[in-house]
């Protein structure tokens, strides 16, 4: 059984920093790609920010030069370092982790519980 548990989430005011985190266990034999989605009130999930395993970053427009998204393979790890908080991003923040349980698998996503992001002063 996968799990994925997040960390990181909290309270923050305007043009702080806070750091992500979110790891992957279970029986996993490979991970393909990770990502961060969030999800604001009264609003769809959306994608911030994807790391493939083949390919580069990609980034929502609105958070382009202040979020790094990045990954240690050996920690089975995917982190979102957000820098510049704005009250916008405001929101519950999940992991996307695409993975194979075993080599006869086709990738399947799995999704964390979900930390809340709040900027406010």
């Known amino acids: 059984q996968v799990q994925l548990v997040e960390s990181g989430g909290g309270l923050v005011q305007p043009g702080g920093s806070l750091r992500l985190s979110c790891a992957a266990s279970?029986?996993?034999?490979?991970?393909?790609?990770m990502g961060w989605y969030r999800q604001a009130p009264g609003k769809q999930r959306e994608l911030v920010a994807s790391?493939?395993?083949?390919?580069?970053?990609n980034y929502a427009d609105s958070v382009k030069g202040r979020f790094t998204i990045s990954r240690d393979n050996a920690w089975r790890t995917v982190y979102l370092r957000m820098n510049s908080l704005q009250p916008e991003d405001t929101a519950v923040y999940y992991c996307?982790?695409?993975?194979?349980?075993?080599?006869?698998?086709?990738?399947?996503?799995?999704w964390g519980q979900g930390t809340q992001v709040t900027v406010s002063s």
């Open positions: 996307n982790v695409g993975l194979r349980e075993d080599r006869f698998q086709p990738p399947t996503d799995y």
């Open positions: 279970g029986s996993i034999f490979s991970i393909n790609h």
């Open positions: 790391l493939p395993s083949v390919g580069s970053t």
